[in-house]
């Protein structure tokens, strides 16, 4: 695979890279205050990075200029230490019962803000921007106003009569499998510049992470997904993300998006042809999804119908998509930001 700066024209290249203001950096340790996350392999505190800024915040800031203007992640901040949060109501002996998070330097993560905050302000001064449908890690947005959209959907049509199948998309291990190639040609559709696209390679590149397991301590270089418990890794899920939002549905069908969370809504005056523009809708998005390297678990994913008083779907209702059966139900367990 060919690095960013390989791609890049002798044109994009000579770029000027605007230095790291005194504003950026302090609007990044400002958030950095607020947090009060499990300390990242240096061991160093926020709170205690905060204090040595006040007096070291030129240092820093000519180091963030330095690795913008020459594209490089330092390979110390790359490195994170993976722990397991434990999910409720599953086996404790399965491995979905578990969430990994990766602990990362403090002073990575501050390098990371200036970076997405320069990402933010691209996309929405110059964009493309992202999908208005997508509600996960976006400022201003949130489960609520997701769920708030899907509501007024099924509402709206309800009133009329009319019927909304919905159904819930299980991406398989997604933040962890996302092709860092799909990154790359998301970051060039959106435009973003030579030197954030240069820069965001080297930190995908050569990222490891270390673990305690049955055998000891253990070291495994990454070679896909974003990471989970860093400040960049939400934002690049987005940005690639995006292109299967972008995607053209039938009439009558909808996307809503909470980060990986997927959920498709098809609207019609009965269940039958509402069943038939879910299946049709789903497997577009199926579809889109498979093409940027990930996985859906049909056998997972939930589907449930809205109807009016008095109404209800044939018994057995089901859609099938790639010869997956996924049953129609009345509720679901699954859902947008769950």
Request: with cysteine; proline share 6%.
């Amino acid at each position: 695979m060919a690095s960013p700066s390989a791609t890049d024209s002798p044109e994009e290249e000579s770029t000027d890279v605007p230095e790291v203001t005194q504003a950026e950096t302090r609007v990044a340790v400002s958030r950095l205050r607020a947090k009060n996350t499990a300390l990242g392999p240096d061991g160093v505190p926020g709170r205690a990075l905060v204090l040595a800024l006040k007096e070291l915040e030129p240092q820093p800031r000519r180091l963030f200029t330095a690795c913008l203007e020459q594209g490089q992640f330092p390979s110390v901040w790359k490195e994170g230490r993976l722990v397991l949060l434990r999910k409720e109501g599953r086996p404790a002996d399965s491995p979905s019962a578990y969430r990994p998070i990766v602990l990362l330097d403090e002073a990575g993560k501050l390098f990371e803000r200036i970076i997405a905050d320069r990402l933010v302000s691209h996309l929405c001064r110059e964009g493309p921007d992202l999908d208005d449908n997508q509600f996960g890690f976006s400022r201003g947005r949130s489960t609520i106003d997701g769920i708030t959209r899907v509501r007024a959907l099924a509402e709206e049509t309800v009133s009329r009569g009319g019927v909304v199948l919905a159904v819930f998309l299980d991406i398989s291990n997604a933040f962890n499998t996302l092709p860092w190639s799909c990154i790359r040609e998301a970051l060039h559709y959106h435009r973003v510049p030579p030197y954030l696209r240069r820069t965001i390679g080297a930190y995908l590149e050569e990222r490891c992470v270390t673990y305690w397991g049955r055998d000891g301590a253990g070291r495994r270089v990454m070679s896909c997904g974003v990471p989970q418990g860093s400040v960049l890794g939400p934002l690049l899920w987005n940005i690639d993300y995006d292109w299967v939002l972008r995607g053209e549905l039938l009439s009558g069908a909808d996307l809503t998006c909470y980060a990986d969370d997927t959920l498709i809504t098809a609207r019609r005056n009965s269940h039958r042809e509402a069943a038939l523009v879910a299946t049709a809708a789903v497997s577009q998005v199926v579809n889109r999804i498979r093409r940027l390297g990930l996985e859906v678990a049909l056998n997972k994913s939930e589907a449930m119908v809205f109807l009016g008083p008095r109404r209800a779907p044939p018994p057995g209702s089901h859609i099938v998509v790639s010869r997956a059966r996924i049953a129609v139900e009345s509720t679901m367990l699954s859902g947008i930001g769950a």
